[in-house]
């Protein structure tokens, strides 16, 4: 009797124990997914706004939020031009979660022959003194049936009728593609390359490129733009972007109708932390490295290898004080191959060298410890078959306010976007496409 007796209370408090967890997981998935992610029924677009070191910018889409999917931006209702990049669309461009600058898109460019899109038009940075301004609307005007994004310069509903207008000047001046009908001689066409072309090319006349939508479909969804102006310009001819620019710079920028909560995702640490914390995401680096380089690549990575280059970010995505690192770090080549020690070794000829990529994600616990969520590396001579991932930045990719990672994800000749959805103990693809030239 005893006996079941014991064996009864130990049931009861494995039953209670078991309960109590499965209340802290609902509880903990509670603080990762807001209600707000399962309502939104507007459009969140996601973009990356390249600086190139000559002063000039422009956009890459990434993706499309909406209904609770993701969808990749370049395709999203392009008829023919991609909804995120439709004359006048504004997106603000953020750095580690708060507002940096303002693109608005005036013309949209597409490679022949490929999925490769981006936006031209214009930059303004965001200055001290500059006040929030309303993320997006739809238009109030007879065309308020189209797809739109952010609309600046419009008061949002919630906020009152100040009396002045933020409309800017240049937008009296902005002009941006139009679409002609299908038996227009003069429409842009796709063309092939010609031979002995170092770049395909595509020639591409700006009008307006805000197709409407038909009549019996008014509740398409909408993003936020600005009211184009419709003035023609010159047929102009662009060139492919390219690879691997050194010394440019890219800037998360979102557009969308509803209203957004910019908060800092930056971990603020004190110098010692930051040196810990380095040393011991390099070691967790150097040890990916080395596993990949003994049994992925036949280039050789030297005892005495070092991180040329290496960033450590630290990011709180969820309130939560518990930062997720992120180091990314470059192994670059030794000058002179070491001697070869025999005959045989000498036959095989010279070791094969190349630059090694790391990447490793991590999570600080409660502890002070590190949970490795992920560590990849690969090297310059096999990125064809394992691609590198540098940080872009932390987003609010799907309007829930907490935000995800962006990455960059890089082969010899290709690149595209991908955001990571974080929790402590993992972290989920939920999207891979854009282009990340």
């Known amino acids: 009797m005893l006996l079941g007796s014991a064996r009864n209370i130990g049931l009861v408090k494995f039953v209670a124990v078991l309960l109590l967890a499965t209340g802290l997981v609902s509880t903990t998935e509670a603080q990762y997914r807001s209600p707000a992610l399962d309502r939104k029924t507007s459009p ?19 993706s499309i939020f909406l209904d609770g999917k993701f969808y990749d931006a370049r395709f999203y209702s392009a008829k023919p031009v991609p909804l995120a990049l ?23 460019q597409q490679v022949p022959e490929t999925s490769i899109w981006w936006g031209i038009g214009d930059w303004k940075p965001t200055t001290g003194n500059d006040e929030k301004k309303p993320v997006a609307l739809k238009n109030s005007d007879k065309d308020n049936d189209r797809p739109i994004l952010k609309k600046s310069g419009q008061a949002s509903p919630d906020q009152k009728d ?12 902005a002009s941006g593609p139009q679409i002609k009908p299908d038996n227009d001689s003069d429409r842009p066409v796709l063309r092939k390359p010609k031979a002995g072309e170092a770049e395909p090319q595509v020639k591409i006349t700006t009008a307006d490129m805000s197709p409407k939508p038909p009549p019996e479909d008014p509740n398409r969804p909408v ?16 060139t492919a972007p390219k690879m691997g620019i050194k010394g440019a710079k890219y800037l998360v920028a979102i557009s969308d109708p509803d209203t957004m909560n910019n908060r ?22 150097m040890e990916a490295a080395r596993k990949y380089a003994s049994t992925s690549t036949k280039a050789q990575l030297l005892p005495t290898a070092k991180f040329a280059e290496s960033q450590l970010r630290a990011v709180d995505l969820d309130y939560s004080n518990a930062p997720y690192l992120i180091f990314t770090g ?60 540098e940080l872009v930045d932390a ?7 907490r935000a995800e990672l962006l990455f960059r994800k890089m082969t010899d000749t290709t690149a595209s976007y991908v955001i990571y959805r974080m929790t402590p103990f993992q972290m989920d693809q939920v999207f891979e496409g854009g282009s990340g030239n």
């Open 264 to 285: 800092p995702y930056e971990y603020t640490w004190s110098g010692s932390e930051k040196t810990k914390w380095t040393e011991q995401m390099s070691k967790i680096g």
């Open 330 to 389: 470059q192994i670059d080549p030794t000058v002179q191959a070491p001697v070869a020690s025999s005959k045989k070794a000498a036959l095989a000829g010279p070791p094969q060298l190349a630059t090694f990529y790391v990447t490793v994600v991590a999570r600080l616990n409660s502890q002070g410890e590190l949970n490795r969520l992920l560590a990849v590396a690969t090297d310059s001579a096999h990125l064809d078959l394992n691609p590198r991932l």
């Open 44 to 62: 969140r677009a996601l973009g990356v706004v390249q600086q190139l070191p000559n002063g000039s910018m422009r956009l890459f889409p990434v």
């Open 86 to 108: 439709y004359d006048e669309t504004v997106y603000i461009a953020l750095k580690d979660g708060m507002p940096t600058g303002e693109f608005t898109v005036h013309t949209a």
């Open 162 to 173: 100040t009396g002045s207008s933020t409309k800017s000047s240049s937008d009296a001046s």
């Open 395 to 401: 987003v609010d990719a799907d309007g829930d306010n």
């Open 223 to 238: 993003l936020s733009r600005k009211k184009p102006v419709g003035t023609k310009e010159e047929a102009q001819t662009i």
